[in-house]
């Protein structure tokens, strides 16, 4: 009770925050029932994913900037509103366009209006446990597939696409606001003349080193999360249901990641911590390029790929605090979360060219394991840098 008191009352809001804004990582759900009745193709049916993704990342940047304006508060229930225009736009769409409009823009700007916030006030409050209670509230977006997807499964088999979007409208709404009123009385702690020199930190070493892992780190994550559940049906002779199983799998571990990497970040040196995740990444991808048939192979590097996806997303935000202090936390943080933004995109891109090209999943896990080696060095250039630094 005392530790919810004084710490859970934030922490523990927030992760629920995660989980419902995390329901739109539950996309594969809809996404036959969409080619079915917009009669779609594959490629046109994940346009509103990648956009939300797109738009979620995009908003992420743009929120520090108005949070040096407008209270914390109004700008979480801007976020909550356009979450839920979000779904009702879905619930009304006669066409892709509009599909698009609703879960790609408005949903996405929405998340990326709320996700930072959460973080930004564990980030202020709690220097002790940062790192821990980050994990913590992330733990809500990675877990959340684990328990909204078969929650939308069973909505969409017994009231419809349509109605699962009007339904989902209406409890994001509810729900998200009365998360909203934990963080009524917090204020953003930026100061103007701080997060003014925002262009001068993004011109720093450290930050150009920090962007481009967070880049290659994401990139590989997003990549391996597009295709896990297909490369099992396709590459393994796994049933569709069996598959959705070990994603679901996934999505605990890379849960789990967020948590672990958060305690780690507050216990090693974040630099170090950066070097264990590309090596974790290049022997995953090895693991895959040796052994591409064995479903034990699948499921130890797959998992690897997941964890380090979900620690990635904790070891960011704790990094842009550590690194470049916390009165400019949130735009420091959204500039740097547009490399997932980013990563998004081009994983798709390449991952698919990738194996058009060379008719398989061989080559991407080639192209993975030398971004590893690439991350690998760059994590070691800015462990010197800041040694050298703090001399």
Excluded at 366 to 384: N, P, R, T, V
Aim: charged residues 10%; aromatic residues 16%.
């Amino acid at each position: 009770m005392k530790w919810f008191i004084n710490d859970g009352k934030k922490v523990i809001p927030g992760l629920m925050m995660m989980l419902v804004m995390g329901s739109v990582y539950s996309y594969s759900v809809f996404r036959l029932p969409i080619e079915s009745y917009y009669q779609l193709s594959a490629a046109q049916s994940g346009v509103p994913y990648m956009l939300s993704l797109f738009f979620y990342a995009v908003f992420m940047g743009i929120s520090g900037k108005i949070l040096e304006r407008i209270h914390l508060f109004k700008v979480m229930v801007a976020g909550v509103l356009f979450v839920a225009l979000g779904w009702l736009v879905s619930y009304f769409a006669n066409s892709l366009f509009v599909l698009s409009l609703g879960y790609g823009v408005f949903i996405g700007t929405g998340i990326g209006l709320i996700y930072g916030i959460p973080l930004m006030i564990i980030t202020n409050q709690f220097e002790k446990n940062k790192g821990l209670y980050l994990g913590l509230i992330l733990l809500g977006f990675g877990l959340s597939p684990l328990i909204t997807a078969p929650l939308l499964q069973s909505l969409v088999e017994n009231h419809g696409l349509h109605m699962t979007f009007l339904y989902m409208s209406a409890l994001s709404l509810i729900i998200l606001l009365v998360l909203s009123f934990f963080y009524i009385k917090d204020q953003p702690k930026e100061k103007k003349h701080v997060s003014a020199h925002i262009m001068e930190t993004v011109k720093t070493k450290t930050f150009k080193l920090l962007y481009l892992q967070f880049f290659i780190a994401t990139l590989i994550g997003l990549s391996i999360i597009g295709f896990s559940s297909t490369y099992a049906v396709t590459e393994l002779n796994i049933t569709f249901e069996n598959a959705a199983l070990f994603v679901s799998a996934f999505a605990l571990f890379n849960g789990l990641g967020r948590v672990l990497y958060g305690f780690l970040a507050d216990r090693y040196d974040i630099t170090k911590l950066m070097s264990f995740s590309y090596v974790s990444l290049f022997l995953a991808s090895a693991l895959m390029i040796v052994f591409s048939d064995n479903i034990v192979a699948f499921s130890i590097s797959f998992s690897i790929f997941w964890v380090n996806l979900g620690g990635w997303l904790a070891i960011a935000p704790v990094a842009t605090s550590h690194f470049f202090g916390n009165e400019s936390y949130a735009k420091n943080y959204g500039v740097l979360f547009s490399a997932y933004g980013l990563s998004a995109l081009f994983g798709v891109v390449i991952s698919g060219l990738l194996y058009d090209l060379f008719d398989g999943y061989q080559m991407i896990f080639i192209f993975f394991l030398l971004l590893a080696m690439i991350g690998l060095f760059l994590s070691h250039c800015l462990h010197k840098h800041m040694h050298i630094e703090n001399q």
